[in-house]
């Protein structure tokens, strides 16, 4: 993770800054990154931060996912309708899917914690075969996922990392949440 809190200010830097509701900045140390991250609660996807930064709010999670195993079937898909996600992978590769062509659609549950503390209201689905956009993703590349836009992970040999930047202009998202695994 040597650039890891240098990306991560730099994608920040994408969201709009005017009407702060803060006058300090949030930081967010590697340190910290690293407890949630190695923390033995908290599934693949593990929210660090949720600051409010008076337009909207931003959080920021970091997501590990081991190997994928046989891929030769439907890669399964998420979405979320309000919050965006920049991802920076970390470390690892995978085949990064992501599109609108799904079928077999459902909401997530409202009460589950990844929609009510990590991206707000969302749905699962399966990509269908064609229509959707490929690709291998590796460390150090930067994906932009709109919110409304299904994503899903499939052939990944060993592991993938990735910092996930959530923009949340509908403050779905739970401002001031801090992961309890952050000791600082």
Request: net charge negative; hydrophobic share 40%; no cysteine.
């Amino acid at each position: 993770m040597p650039n890891l809190i240098a990306a991560t200010a730099a994608v920040l830097m994408l969201i709009p800054l005017a009407g702060f509701a803060q006058d300090l900045a949030t930081d967010i140390l590697r340190a910290d990154i690293e407890e949630v991250l190695n923390s033995p609660d908290g599934g693949i996807d593990r929210q660090i931060r949720v600051v409010d930064i008076g337009k909207l709010n931003v959080a920021v999670g970091i997501l590990h996912r081991g190997p994928t195993g046989d891929s030769t079937g439907p890669t399964t898909a998420i979405e979320h309708s309000q919050v965006t996600e920049v991802y920076y992978v970390v470390s690892g590769s995978g085949t990064l899917v992501t599109g609108t062509a799904v079928e077999e659609q459902e909401q997530v549950a409202p009460d589950a914690e990844i929609v009510r503390v990590a991206v707000g209201p969302s749905s699962r689905a399966r990509f269908r075969e064609q229509g959707n956009q490929v690709r291998e993703i590796s460390a150090g590349d930067v994906v932009v996922i709109p919110a409304g836009v299904f994503h899903g992970w499939r052939d990944i040999a060993d592991h993938v990392t990735y910092l996930s930047i959530r923009p949340d202009p509908d403050r779905v998202l739970p401002a001031g949440y801090v992961n309890p695994a952050v000791t600082r």
